[in-house]
């Protein structure tokens, strides 16, 4: 898989792909990920990226130029499975959505800032918008980082112990049972019995147990 996320702001996507389980998947070769400058991509002498926005008002707009021969100049390379646009007001982002995006072969995350980008682009280019929730973050950058994040660990290989996104929390709509490690006690405050007895079927049940519970719990809109 390969990620290309075009941002005015490529600092701000250094470090999550630099460390720990990204790294390892890049170093591995099971995915690409290229920060695009925005500002590369300006034809203005100041490297301009964003102007005001017609009508007035407060706020800067992510100019369409530079977007757009970003965008050219990388599906001149390859064929993309999505355009997608990190915004507050996109799809909210889902277990389901990082599942499905994990299959594709080749994304483009653009990332917004200030007011946004000027709205043709979204029309015309983009054919994805997704959110990470509701709520307003200073740019599209963490948001994308997140989406990604989600989507790598996915891949086949990414996870040393391949058994182990499919029991995440929310594979089944299902949160995670508790886990516990070493030491079995702890001033006083014991692990459970059942995982220390070494009856693999009956830990299983024990968990999934745990899973629903906890579900109806916390999170009784995952059961429908
Ligand atoms: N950009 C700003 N806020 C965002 C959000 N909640 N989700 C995705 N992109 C964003």
Redesign the pocket.
């Known amino acids: 898989m390969r990620i290309d996320i075009i941002t005015c702001l490529p600092r701000l996507l250094e470090s999550p792909f630099s460390d720990s389980i990204l790294l390892r998947a890049q170093k591995k070769g099971l995915v690409e990920v290229c920060v695009h400058d925005l500002r590369k991509y300006s034809t203005d002498k100041h490297k301009k990226v964003d102007d005001y926005a017609y009508g007035g008002g407060a706020g800067m707009v992510m100019m369409i130029e530079p977007i757009v021969t970003c965008l050219r100049a990388l599906q001149a390379e390859r064929q993309y499975d999505e355009v997608i646009y990190?915004?507050?007001d996109?799809e909210r982002f889902s277990q389901r959505m990082a599942n499905e995006l994990s299959m594709k072969k080749n994304l483009i995350i653009l990332c917004?800032h200030y007011k946004g980008v000027d709205e043709r682009v979204r029309e015309h280019f983009v054919t994805r918008e997704?959110?990470?929730?509701d709520?307003?973050?200073s740019?599209?950058e963490l948001?994308a980082a997140v989406v990604s994040d989600a989507v790598i660990r996915l891949l086949p290989g990414v996870l040393s112990d391949e058994t182990s996104a499919l029991t995440d929390s929310f594979q089944d709509d299902l949160v995670a049972p508790p886990v516990y490690t070493r030491p079995a006690e702890f001033e006083g405050i014991k692990v459970p019995d059942i995982l220390l007895s070494g009856h693999e079927q009956k830990i299983e049940e024990w968990r999934f147990k745990q899973s629903v519970a906890r579900t109806k719990n916390r999170r009784p809109d995952l059961l429908r």
């Open positions: 990190m915004s507050p996109g917004g997704i959110s990470i929730g709520y307003v973050l740019g599209g948001a």
